[in-house]
C-alpha cells in the first residue's frame, strides 16, 4: 500500500471518528457546562483557565530537565537548576491554587482523597496481614492475565513485588512474573 493510499484510508476512519463539535455547538456546550458548574459551587471557566495553565506549566517542568538531560543551556547557563525548578514549580502553585480556588476543592480534602485512593491501589502494600490481602485460600489456583498458579505462588509474587528497588525494576526477570505485576498495576 503507498503512502498515499494509507493516508488517505486513515483521514476517512478519521472524519469517521473526530467528535470535534461544530462552534456554535461548541458555545451552546459551554454555556450549559458553565450554567451547571456554577449551581455546584464552580466557576469553570476558571478551572478551565487553570486546567490549561497546569497543562502547559507540567510541560515547562519537563522542559527543564530535558534541557539538561539532552545538552540544552539557558543563555549558556546550566539549565537545571533549582531556581529554573523553582521558577516552573511555582507556576504549577499558581495555577494549582487557580483551580482549587474555583472548584473550592480544599488541600485538606485533596490529601485525604489522594491518600484513600493510593490505598485502595495499592492495599496489598499497606495490609500485612495475609488473609486480607489473599481472602479466599480455598481457591487452589487463580488466573491472572493468562497465567495459572497457585495461591502460594501468587503471595510469592507480592512479596516479591514488596522488594522492587526504587527504578521499579523487578528483582525476578521472569516474563511472567513482569506480566501478572502489570495486571496488577492496571486494576
Not at 530535558?66 to 499558581?94: M, N, P, R, V
Amino acid at each position: 500500500m503507498s503512502l498515499d493510499k494509507a493516508r488517505e484510508e486513515y483521514l476517512e476512519v478519521h472524519k469517521i471518528t473526530e467528535g470535534t463539535p461544530s462552534l456554535n455547538r461548541m458555545i451552546q456546550r459551554l454555556t450549559d457546562v458553565t450554567d451547571d458548574a456554577k449551581e455546584n459551587g464552580i466557576d469553570f471557566i476558571r478551572a478551565l483557565h487553570a486546567a490549561f495553565g497546569l497543562a502547559g506549566e507540567s510541560g515547562e517542568v519537563l522542559e527543564v530537565f530535558k534541557k539538561e538531560l539532552f545538552g540544552y543551556k539557558y543563555a549558556g547557563k546550566k539549565s537545571f537548576t533549582l531556581e529554573a525548578l523553582e521558577k516552573e514549580l511555582g507556576d504549577i502553585l499558581w495555577y494549582f491554587t487557580l483551580m482549587t480556588e474555583a472548584t473550592g476543592i480544599s488541600l485538606e480534602k485533596l490529601y485525604k482523597s489522594n491518600a484513600e485512593k493510593l490505598k485502595e491501589r495499592y492495599a496489598y502494600k499497606f495490609k500485612l496481614d495475609e488473609e486480607e490481602i489473599y481472602p479466599d485460600l480455598s481457591i487452589p489456583t487463580v488466573k491472572v492475565s493468562g497465567v495459572e498458579m497457585t495461591q502460594e505462588e501468587l503471595k510469592q509474587v507480592f512479596k516479591d513485588r514488596q522488594e522492587v528497588n526504587p527504578f521499579g525494576r523487578l528483582p525476578a526477570e521472569d516474563e511472567s512474573v513482569k506480566e501478572i505485576l502489570r495486571y496488577n498495576d492496571e486494576c
